[in-house]
């Protein structure tokens, strides 16, 4: 899959609107329009539609906010869905590393995730990427941590 990221505007909302997840990962994650309300009155958030061939095939939203008491406010993944017809074709992984990236540029040397445990969840996919358990939780999420080199 050609895969890129793009900052949320008239041409992608409608793709982003129709985003759908897999049964039962509704849990997992907050609804895609949601995201996109919090989002505008956020300034600290980084929503970006995720384009695969030139579709819409997930939203992310990460936040940077250097300044935050907490590590998990400071430069984190808040958000990550992925269409449930392109999952498991390496979506997830491309957007953790854009993620990184951007990381990287603000010249920010540890990402982190926010990420509710369960079966059929994320928890093992943000393993698979790299991210450790930091041992710590909030809003009832386990946070994981990813050094970047
Ligand atoms: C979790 C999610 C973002 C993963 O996206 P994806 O595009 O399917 O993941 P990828 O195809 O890039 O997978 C990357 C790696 O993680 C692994 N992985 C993905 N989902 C996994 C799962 N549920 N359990 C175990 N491993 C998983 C893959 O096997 C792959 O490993 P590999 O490269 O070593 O083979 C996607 O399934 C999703 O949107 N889920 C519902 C919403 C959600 O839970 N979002 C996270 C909220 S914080």
Redesign the pocket.
Known sequence: MDLRIEELSTSNLRGLRDLR?APG?ER??APVLESIAEAYVTPTTWPRAIVGNGEVV?LVMANWDPDSEREAFRAG?W????DEK?????????VVNEVAAEARRRGVSRLT????RGD???E??YL??GFVPTGEELFGEVVGGLAMG
């Open positions: 997840l990962q997992f994650v997930g993944i958000r990550l869905n992925v392109a999952q498991g074709r390496g979506v997830g992984r491309f995730v926010l990420c509710e059929g969840g994320p093992n996919f698979a990427c």
